[in-house]
DNA sequence: GCAAGGATCTAA
DNA sequence: TAGATCCTTGCC
C-alpha cells in the first residue's frame, strides 16, 4: 500500500470521458463518489491522488440553493458552460469552494466537491486536509485563478472506477437554507473522511 | 456556540 | 449604493 504508484493504482480505473459530466446532475454528483482526482499542487510542486468521498449536486433549475437559480450572473457564469470544467467561488470572503460543471452549454448546473481522501501524495497530508469544501480547495491550492479550467486535459483529471461497487448515502445538504429537503448529498457509507457524519440529514 | 471575513447580489 | 446573504472554518 505504502509502495503503490499512482500507476498501479489507476489500473482499476479509467479518465472520465466528456460525457461523463453530461449526465443529469444528480448522477453526477452521485458517481463521483468512490472516483479519484488526479491533482498537482503548486505548493510543493507535487501530484496527489484523491478519492471523492462526499459531494453535493445543484440543479439547473427549481433548486433555489443554487447559484444558477437566478440565472448568469458574472460569477456563476462558468456554471453555464458545458459540463467538464471546474466552477471556483469564495464563500464567507475566506474559503474557497469547488464545483464541477454539468450537463450541456446553457445548463447552469454543477456538483459541489465536499471531501475526499487522499490516496497518494508525495508528501503527507493531516487527515483531514481535505475534509470539508473550504480545507479541500485550499489543501490542493485551488483560487478564483483556476475557475472554468477543463477536467478533461492532463491535471486535474477525474477517473472513474471500471468496477464502482461503492455504497453510497444519500442525505440533504449542509449549510443551505433553501430547497433543504431535497436529497442532493451523496457520501460513501461509513467512510470517516466525509466531512458531516453521513447519518446527519437522512429522511 | 458564534464571529470573522469580503465578495456578490438585490432592491431602491 | 446600502443592506442582507453566504454551498465554512476554527476558535471561543
Redesign the pocket.
Known sequence: MENETIENILVNFKPAPLSFFRQSTENVAKELVGCLLLSFIKEGNQKVLLRIVET?A?LSYGDE????F??I????QIMFKEGGVIYV???????H?I?VVTEIEGKGS?V?L?AMECVFAETVFPK?SF??????AKSLGFT?EDNGITLCGETPKIFVPKINDSKIRATS??????STEKLLRFCLEGSSYV?VDWKKGMA
Open positions: 453535493e445543484y440553493a443554487s447559484h444558477s437566478r440565472g450572473t458574472k460569477r456563476n467561488y469564495k464563500i464567507y470572503g475566506i474559503h469552494c464545483n454543477a459541489l465536499r483531514d475534509r470539508g469544501p473550504g480545507k479541500l478564483l445538504r449542509i449549510g443551505i437554507s433553501k466531512s
